[in-house]
Structures are given as structure tokens and as C-alpha cells.
């Protein structure tokens, strides 16, 4: 089944303790995408990767860090986690290029950082 | 600076027609999408706008007037699962260069009443 999938889905955590979202997705996609969802603010783009080795900032890159070694794998680091992070994250694929392709996100991972 | 607006709420009525707009300020626009995102789970694409005109699918069309920065998603037959949030997002390439990001609007929630 072609899917992108997160981990873990639920996380709780203190400020300063390092954590890794991981995402994978099966579809040999070049593109990958890190989000974060808040209330009111909407899905706001962290950073993509156009393909392996390839990565680059969006909207709010700050005090995350992600890196592409492999094509299915794009994990989202947070090197020191603040209150301000708690957020709901996606993790999205879509095929490269400007062509008509559509984005197929993941489950979600729901971050609370106290 | 890139900006993207949808209204906050809709309601309407089971069977009936809704359309929810979208407009955007982007610079290096290259298509926009629609997603549907039910409360609790991942975005779901829905529909893609490149070139001026309307995109019909079912019983979900969209619209877009690259010229005047709008769109709309227009909904028919309403049932009620189709009861989510409806988010407008923009692809914006940079010059000279493949590479481009999404950017996302805060998402319009419809309700739909029997």
C-alpha cells in the first residue's frame, strides 16, 4: 500500500531534550516536506527536500534541522525542543517536478513540548 | 510577501451548493491545490489549478483567475461528510530554479446541516 508514514505519532517531552520525527514514505517520491498545523495559523511548510541531498527552508525553518541521506527518508530534528514547538506535524511525499502532482501526507504527530 | 486568504467558517445545507474562495499574493505562483482535511487527520488532495479556468471532478470544481489571484472551490450536492476543513495552498517556484514550496491557507471549515 503506498503510504507515508510518521513517528511516533504522539510525543510528549520536556524543553532541551533532543528529539527525531521520523517520516518514510514507499512511493520513491523525490519531494518531501516537513509541516507543523496550529490553531488558526493553518499547515505551515518547515523545510522540503527537492530530492536526496537536496534540502531547503520554508516558512519557519527555526530550531528544527532535517536531512535526506535516502530517498524514502526524510526526519525532522528538533536539537533542543521549546513550549513553542508544541504543535500537530505532517510529513508529506509527492513526485518532483511542477507537474499537476499532489502531496500525500502522513498521519500526524502530535508534539507537546512542557 | 506571500499571503493567502480563505474566510474562517461556512455553513450550508445537506443537497445544497457551497463555494469557498481563496486569494492569494504570491510571488513565482505555479499552480494552486485544494486539500480537505477532516478534524483529527491527515490533508486528502482534492483538486489542481495551473491555468485560468474551472476544473470539474465529481461533484467538486475548482476555479482559479490567475490574474485577479482567485480561486474557489465549489461544492455540490453537499452530503454530510463532506462537514471538514478546505484548505487552499499556492506553489511558489523561485526564479531560475525548479525548486518550489507550498504555502498553505488557514483553511476554511465548512459545516454541513441536515
Known amino acids: 500500500e503506498a503510504q507515508v508514514t510518521q513517528n511516533p505519532r504522539y510525543l510528549i517531552t520536556v524543553t532541551g531534550k533532543k528529539l527525531t520525527v521520523t517520516c518514510s514514505q514507499n512511493m520513491n517520491h523525490e519531494y518531501m516536506s516537513w509541516y507543523r498545523q496550529d490553531p488558526g495559523l493553518g499547515l505551515r511548510q518547515i523545510y522540503y527536500s527537492m530530492n536526496v541531498e537536496v534540502t531547503d527552508k520554508g516558512d519557519v525553518p527555526e530550531g528544527y534541522k532535517v536531512s535526506r541521506k535516502e530517498k524514502r527518508n526524510f526526519p525532522l530534528i528538533l536539537e533542543s525542543p521549546s513550549p513553542n514547538q508544541t504543535s500537530l506535524y505532517f510529513c508529506a511525499s509527492s513526485s518532483g517536478g511542477t507537474d499537476i502532482y499532489e502531496q500525500y501526507f502522513g498521519p500526524g504527530t502530535r508534539l507537546t513540548v512542557t | 510577501g506571500q499571503n493567502i486568504d480563505q474566510p474562517t467558517e461556512m455553513t450550508a445545507t445537506e443537497g445544497a451548493i457551497v463555494q469557498i474562495n481563496c486569494t492569494y499574493q504570491?510571488?513565482?505562483?505555479?499552480?494552486l491545490f485544494w486539500y480537505q482535511q477532516h478534524a483529527g487527520e491527515a490533508p486528502t488532495f482534492l483538486s489542481y489549478?495551473?491555468?485560468?479556468g474551472l476544473e470539474e471532478k465529481g461533484r467538486f470544481s475548482s476555479f482559479l483567475s490567475r490574474s485577479k489571484g482567485y480561486s474557489y472551490l465549489l461544492l455540490k450536492e453537499l452530503q454530510m461528510k463532506d462537514s471538514a476543513s478546505y484548505l487552499c495552498?499556492?506553489?511558489?517556484?523561485?526564479?531560475?530554479?525548479?525548486?518550489?514550496?507550498?504555502?498553505f491557507g488557514s483553511g476554511t471549515r465548512l459545516l454541513v446541516r441536515p
Open positions: 489549478n495551473v491555468l485560468d
Open positions: 504570491t510571488s513565482g505562483f505555479n499552480g
Open positions: 495552498a499556492v506553489r511558489a517556484s523561485r526564479f531560475m530554479d525548479s525548486s518550489y514550496k507550498l504555502i
